[in-house]
């Protein structure tokens, strides 16, 4: 008797039909349906998921064929019943053969395995075979350029640019480590000074001064102190001491602003006491500087050093050394011989000079007037008398060398103004030591008409006098075209026609001579009259003018 069971699997989106006819064909075909049914689960969880509508709908066409045509079921079924049998066989049969195949191939394998050397490679599939067969017809070379391209990535795993991006991070990291670690030590170091400096303290007081026990903070002690000095400052004459009391009171106040008894910092006085300590300490670092450059300047053993040396002492011995040093270095040394001309009359000269060595002769039209010796001034133009004449001048007269070797000192008129007008301690012993100058020249005069070197007297007193007006003409000319002091400096230039004897004549007529009137002079003002500082800036550079204000410094 036949059986038709019909089992119906859903494995995803396929269904698989079963249909038995007799227990013998069932469990003879048993293997391959079972491995029919697992191929097919398979290919149905690796397919695409199909619509839930259309699903619906296979399902419905399905149940409808079933319940419409058994008789369909039932041939469709015998036709796949043979089909399942026969297929089953040739599954059994190929996979009895394939048994033996793969055992062959892995007896094949381990032979391999045995006559080769040992690789680092664990599979035993064809394709790994294939690979390290490949692999070791590779060269040498080959395998050497490959080790070594290993190691340079190893060694060398970044580029020189992330290198350095990697080396500044770190320097970075580090530096704020360090600085991070600072500040702690800053604060906790600030906070110990704190708390030893507002620490209340007990000051043993005899009983029968005051019964009472008095306490005391030592930062009231740096305020108090703060007062003290500046106080005692002001009682001091001496400059140096001075500026080192104030630098001492004002950090003392410091001091007290910063670690306040109350607790808060006073940044304001705190501020202005930072500055006044700034300021004074640049003051007294100016003198040291200034002294130790003067006493380069006389404690060397060089010959020059020591002309300067016998200068000082006899000319300049009113002025200090620290002034005569910057005047000294600010001049440039000059040296001429016998039969040199200095200076030519009529010619511009912007220089004022000293002589350090030798003689030399003033001439007035080839008649000589006076002998300029060691320690005097040529062409100073009335600095005796505080007529600080910048730019150039006419000369009025001739020098010429009469020793066999001459040193000068030469100064620029304008860098020495800018020096005179910054330093007035300069200025005030540079007057004394030219008024004396003054003198010599005067008694030089007398020497020089006793001596016989004189043929006619009178001619060299018309000479001399020729030459006064002369350089009062000079005077006049160079005031008039700097219009910035022509009205400051009148007085001086009164005082200079009383030492010189200047009459009213005299001023009138050099007064024509420049191409002024009187009521012009007066008021200061003629039109058309140029600036010679604006000229000189232009000519000389704004970089020269800024330079000899630099030096004057």
């Known amino acids: 008797m036949m059986l038709s069971v019909t089992a119906v699997g859903v494995t995803g989106t396929h269904r698989v039909i079963i249909t038995t006819f007799s227990t013998k064909a069932a469990t003879a075909s048993s293997a391959s349906i079972m491995s029919f049914v697992r191929k097919k689960t398979l290919l149905s969880s690796s397919s695409s998921s199909i619509s839930s509508t259309t699903q619906r709908r296979m399902r419905m066409s399905r149940i409808s064929n079933n319940n419409n045509s058994t008789s369909n079921i039932y041939k469709i079924s015998k036709n796949s019943n043979t089909t399942l049998i026969s297929s089953s066989r040739r599954r059994l049969r190929s996979s009895d053969s394939g048994h033996h195949n793969t055992n062959n191939i892995?007896?094949?394998?381990?032979?391999?395995?045995?006559?080769?050397?040992?690789?680092?490679?664990?599979?035993?599939?064809?394709?790994?075979?294939?690979?390290?067969?490949?692999?070791?017809?590779?060269?040498?070379?080959?395998?050497?350029?490959?080790?070594?391209?290993?190691?340079?990535?190893?060694?060398?795993?970044?580029?020189?640019?992330?290198?350095?991006?990697?080396?500044?991070?770190?320097?970075?990291?580090?530096?704020?480590?360090?600085?991070?670690?600072?500040k702690e030590l800053v604060t906790i170091y600030r906070d110990k000074l704190n708390l030893w400096l507002n620490v209340p303290r007990l000051l043993r007081?005899?009983?029968?001064?005051?019964?009472?026990?008095?306490?005391?903070?030592?930062?009231?002690?740096?305020?108090?102190?703060?007062?003290?000095?500046?106080?005692?400052?002001?009682?001091?004459?001496?400059?140096?001491?001075?500026?080192?009391?104030?630098?001492?009171?004002?950090?003392?106040?410091?001091?007290?602003?910063?670690?306040?008894?109350?607790?808060?910092?006073?940044?304001l006085p705190f501020q202005w006491n930072c500055i006044f300590v700034a300021l004074n300490s640049w003051r007294v670092a100016k003198v040291y500087v200034d002294r130790f450059r003067s006493d380069q300047l006389f404690n060397s053993g060089g010959s020059q050093?020591?002309?300067?040396?016998?200068?000082?002492?006899?000319?300049?011995?009113?002025?200090?050394?620290?002034?005569?040093?910057?005047?000294i270095r600010l001049g440039t040394r000059e040296k001429f011989h016998k039969g040199d001309t200095v200076v030519s009359q009529d010619c511009e000269n912007r220089y004022v000079r000293l002589v350090v060595s030798g003689d030399l002769a003033v001439d007035r039209d080839g008649q000589t007037t006076y002998w300029l010796h060691e320690g005097q001034f040529m062409s100073e133009m009335g600095l005796h008398a505080g007529l600080g004449l910048r730019g150039t001048v006419t000369s009025c007269c001739s020098v010429k060398v009469t020793s066999d070797e001459v040193e000068l000192v030469r100064w620029d008129r304008t860098e020495l103004m800018h020096l005179l007008e910054l330093h007035k301690s300069i200025e005030r012993s540079l007057k004394a030591v030219m008024s004396w100058d003054i003198v010599s020249k005067l008694k030089s005069q007398r020497v020089l008409l006793t001596s016989g070197h004189i043929d006619d007297a009178e001619h060299w007193t018309k000479k001399r006098r020729e030459q006064s007006l002369a350089r009062y003409t000079t005077i006049l000319r160079n005031m008039t075209t700097h219009p910035d002091y022509l009205n400051v400096r009148k007085d001086q230039l009164t005082k200079y026609r009383e030492i010189h004897q200047v009459t009213d004549n005299d001023h009138?007529?050099?007064?024509?001579?420049?191409?002024?009137?009187?009521?012009?002079?007066?008021?200061?003002?003629?039109?058309?009259?140029?600036?010679?500082?604006?000229?000189?800036?232009?000519?000389?550079?704004y970089q020269w003018w800024f330079r000899s204000w630099w030096k004057a410094l």
């Open 106 to 182: 892995y007896q094949q394998l381990q032979q391999q395995h045995r006559r080769r050397p040992k690789t680092k490679s664990t599979t035993t599939s064809t394709s790994s075979s294939s690979f390290s067969r490949r692999r070791n017809k590779i060269s040498s070379q080959h395998q050497q350029r490959r080790q070594k391209a290993t190691l340079a990535s190893r060694l060398v795993p970044y580029s020189r640019g992330q290198l350095q991006q990697q080396q500044q991070q770190q320097q970075m990291v580090t530096a704020t480590t360090i600085h991070n670690k600072m």
């Open 305 to 327: 050093q020591q002309q300067l040396r016998q200068i000082y002492d006899h000319h300049f011995y009113a002025m200090e050394k620290t002034d005569f040093a910057r005047l």
């Open 205 to 267: 007081v005899p009983r029968w001064i005051s019964p009472q026990y008095k306490t005391y903070k030592i930062v009231e002690w740096f305020g108090h102190g703060s007062f003290f000095l500046v106080a005692v400052s002001y009682a001091v004459d001496d400059f140096l001491q001075l500026r080192l009391l104030a630098i001492m009171g004002s950090s003392a106040m410091l001091v007290f602003t910063y670690f306040h008894p109350y607790g808060r910092i006073l940044w």
């Open 508 to 541: 009138v007529t050099a007064l024509k001579n420049i191409g002024w009137s009187v009521d012009e002079f007066e008021s200061g003002i003629k039109e058309g009259q140029l600036d010679e500082d604006m000229l000189e800036m232009e000519n000389l550079g």
